[in-house]
């Protein structure tokens, strides 16, 4: 992945927040221009129940957030990898949009050097509730049971999950919402190689610079963008030759 990269995670798309999906639009308006690759680090969408629902009758803000991610895959390479909400995504629907989907941690060559990304909702294992949740919903079996299910149950289910989510976030202290150290150790030692780690998922958009066994490691967190308010607040991280960069930025633009 040579030349200017651009990611971002934690749109969160849904139908409830137009103006954070203009905001999304008006940025893959600029990856087209400045980018020469984006990839996009899980949670584009704050719910998917299955690739069939978004291909054979998508809403029709769907239809126009799909349009609008293939416009951009036909200007520049696009990657997507899952987030911790959008992890049913499968590869049918990432090559109907020209969209290629990556593997969970996956380490990249940048124009900066050997980069591992993955979501981030991996490396918080101090949630047990969470870690529960998870082993049973990334189960193939339990998957392809619930994919197997009609539509109308599949967003029943969803939703009676989405609602129970929010109730169990205010039990939940601000470590247990926030990555491991223990976690974010192992994923360094597992290529020592590898010296810089971008993730998103906890949305404590930040640079963290630590030494591992006399290494210096860098993990950069990506903003989240779910807040629809005017102006809406996202962000994203750039890598060039000469380094990595996050920025942030207000959508319509603060005079
Ligand atoms: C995704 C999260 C909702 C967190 C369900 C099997 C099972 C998949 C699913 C249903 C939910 C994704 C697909 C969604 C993530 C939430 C609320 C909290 C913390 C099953 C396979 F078990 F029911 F059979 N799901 N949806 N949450 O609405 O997009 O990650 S989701
Ligand atoms: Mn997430």
Redesign the pocket.
């Known amino acids: 992945l040579d030349g200017t990269l651009w990611l971002a995670s934690d749109i969160h798309l849904g139908e409830h927040i137009p103006r954070t999906r203009q905001a999304f639009y008006a940025f893959l308006d600029s990856a087209r221009a400045q980018a020469n690759a984006l990839i996009l680090v899980g949670d584009i969408?704050?719910?998917?129940?299955g690739d069939d629902i978004a291909l054979k009758s998508p809403e029709p803000w769907l239809q126009e957030a799909l349009g609008q991610l293939e416009k951009t895959a036909t200007r520049i390479p696009l990657y997507l990898m899952h987030g911790?909400?959008?992890?049913?995504i499968r590869h049918k629907l990432a090559q109907q949009i020209n969209a290629t989907l990556l593997a969970d941690m996956v380490v990249i060559e940048s124009a900066a050097g050997p980069i591992r990304l993955s979501h981030g909702?991996e490396y918080c294992t101090d949630d047990p509730g969470?870690l529960r949740?998870?082993k049973?919903?990334h189960n193939r079996f339990?998957?392809a049971?619930?994919?197997a299910l009609p539509r109308r149950l599949?967003h029943r289910?969803?939703?009676h999950?989405?609602n129970?989510?929010k109730n169990s976030h205010q039990y939940k202290n601000n470590a247990m919402m926030d990555v491991s150290a223990a976690a974010i150790e192992q994923a360094f030692l597992e290529n020592t190689q590898v010296h810089t780690l971008i993730h998103g998922h906890t949305h404590k958009p930040g640079h963290h610079t630590s030494t591992l066994h006399g290494n210096i490691v860098e993990r950069w967190v990506l903003p989240d963008w779910e807040y629809d308010r005017e102006p809406v607040r996202g962000g994203y991280i750039e890598i060039k030759k000469n380094g990595v960069c996050l920025h942030r930025f207000d959508w319509p633009a603060s005079p």
Not at 45 to 49: L, S
Not at 84 to 88: G, I, S, T
């Open positions: 969408f704050d719910f998917w129940a911790n909400r959008d992890f049913l909702d969470y949740f998870r049973i919903v339990i998957q049971t619930f994919l599949r289910i969803a939703n999950i989405r129970k989510s």
